[in-house]
């Protein structure tokens, strides 16, 4: 029987040289049956004020934890790395990023649930978890949900944010049953996970709010301009070549 291992990580900064200190994840086997693992860790890499901003741990909350390669996370996440298996997060690269810096080398199948999102609930002004927390009214289970489980829900928080995509992934679950009934749902979100998604609209920018397609009619070299000159992610650089190619 597959393991769904939901994590978050909370780190030093979004930098390259930035390290994990605090880990939250739940290992599913079952409805019933839910591992929770709530950790901070040590690391060498001072954590920077805008991280601390933002999460609230600060380098006294971590002098005396062990370093991420001792903690039962790391542990558990080595045991389950096979092919059967699904880690599942919020923006996956991210997390996933920063647990490859620590020497892990992934071996099962991802789900990201900003990409489902975006393919599921593309009307959406925005697909960040906090806010799909508040646009789907999670947060109206997530106090029920906090109880059987024994955590507490707080945003920016590892173990609080794991708690809400939990509640996201069932959500989810649901919506690719609606679109896709004779298919598989969580082989469904792997799939989704691998496919680029065309953005509808300007999150941001002098065009925030407008359609990428009249603009592109409009104001093709905007369009060379973000894509040679910003740092995207996959599904805008998608869109953006597919208007320009």
Known sequence: ???????????????????IIQVGAMVVKTRDDV??????????VPISIEAMEVHGITPEAIADKPPYAETT???????????????IAHNIGFDLGMIQKE??????????????????????????LQYLRYALELYRQ?????ATLNVEAKAHDAIGDVLILKLLFSY?????????PDENPVKKMV???????????F????????????????????????????DLDEDMRYTLDAYLH
């Open 73 to 87: 996370f790391a542990r558990r996440i080595g045991e389950l790395n096979t092919p059967e298996n699904y880690l």
């Open 142 to 146: 997530e106090a029920d949900e906090a």
């Open 35 to 44: 591992e929770v693992i709530n950790e901070l860790c040590r690391t060498e």
């Open 203 to 230: 999150k941001f920018g002098k065009y925030k709010g407008e359609s990428i397609e009249s603009i592109a009619a409009r104001d093709p070299g905007y369009l060379e301009w973000m894509r040679n000159n910003l």
């Open 191 to 201: 799939e989704l996970t691998h496919t680029p998604v065309m953005v509808r609209t």
């Open 172 to 180: 989810l679950v649901r919506k690719v049953r609606e679109a896709f």
């Open 103 to 128: 020497g892990f080398e992934n071996r099962m199948q991802i789900i990201d649930t900003v990409r489902c999102a975006r393919h599921l609930l593309p009307d959406l002004p925005a697909h960040r």
């Open 1 to 19: 029987m597959p393991h769904y291992i939901l994590f978050d990580t909370e780190t030093t900064g979004n930098g390259e040289k930035d390290r």
